[in-house]
C-alpha cells in the first residue's frame, strides 16, 4: 500500500547540511507515521527520526537532536530529513520508512516498520 523513494544523499565535509526527500506512494500515506533510520557501514540499522500522522508530534535519536529535523507534506507525499552539522559518525545509508499501520504513534524501532524505502547513501569527510 505504501512505497517509498529516498533521494538527497550524497558526499559532503563535517559541518555541511543536507536534505533527504522520501517520496511515497499510496492513497493512504497521510495515515502513517513515517520516520529515518539508518544502517552505517558494518553496523546494525538503527532509528534516526519520526514524525506521526498529523506532523504535530516528532522523536529523534539522542545523537542527531539540535542537528536534524524531520517534517512531512502530506499534500504532496513526502517527507523529509533536514540534516544540519553533519558528523562523519552520521556516514550511512538512509532510509525512509512507514509504520506497519495507519494512525501509529510510534516508529523507534525496526520492528515498528512496516514498509521501507530503497536508502541513499550519506558519506561525511574529515
Known amino acids: 500500500q505504501v512505497q517509498l523513494v529516498e533521494s538527497g544523499g550524497g558526499l559532503v565535509q563535517a559541518g555541511d547540511s543536507l536534505r533527504l526527500s522520501c517520496a511515497a506512494s499510496?492513497?493512504?500515506?497521510?495515515?502513517?507515521?513515517m520516520g529515518w533510520f539508518r544502517q552505517p557501514p558494518g553496523k546494525e540499522r538503527e532509528f534516526v527520526a519520526a514524525i506521526s500522522w498529523s506532523g504535530g508530534n516528532t522523536d529523534y535519536a539522542d545523537s542527531v537532536k539540535g542537528r536534524f529535523a524531520i517534517s512531512r507534506d502530506n499534500t504532496n507525499n513526502t517527507v523529509y530529513l533536514q540534516m544540519n552539522n553533519l558528523k562523519p559518525e552520521d556516514t550511512a545509508v538512509y532510509y525512509c520508512a512507514a509504520g506497519r499501520r495507519p494512525y501509529s504513534t510510534v516508529l523507534m524501532s525496526t520492528h515498528l516498520v512496516g514498509y521501507w524505502g530503497q536508502g541513499t547513501q550519506v558519506t561525511v569527510s574529515s
Open positions: 499510496g492513497r493512504t500515506f497521510s495515515t502513517f507515521m
